[in-house]
């Protein structure tokens, strides 16, 4: 009888401990990236971001092809 009182008493603890640690996290406000830039393609108005987008003379695209095929 008295390992199942230890026994509860442990499970007790540990039920205690993890709600606690879950509660913590909860109440930390998710850290916000930076907003990405977006862009749309020249040719085919397609969006992306503007890291990935090709620069060209009469603004943005997609890919390469677009750019040449647009700008020629």
Known sequence: MRYLLLLLVAL???WKWRT???SRSDRQAPR???PIEMVACAFCGVHLAKKDAVTGGRGFYCSAAHQRT???
């Open 20 to 22: 606690a640690r879950s």
């Open 12 to 14: 007790l603890i540990v």
């Open 32 to 34: 916000a990236d930076e």
């Open 70 to 72: 647009h700008e020629t």
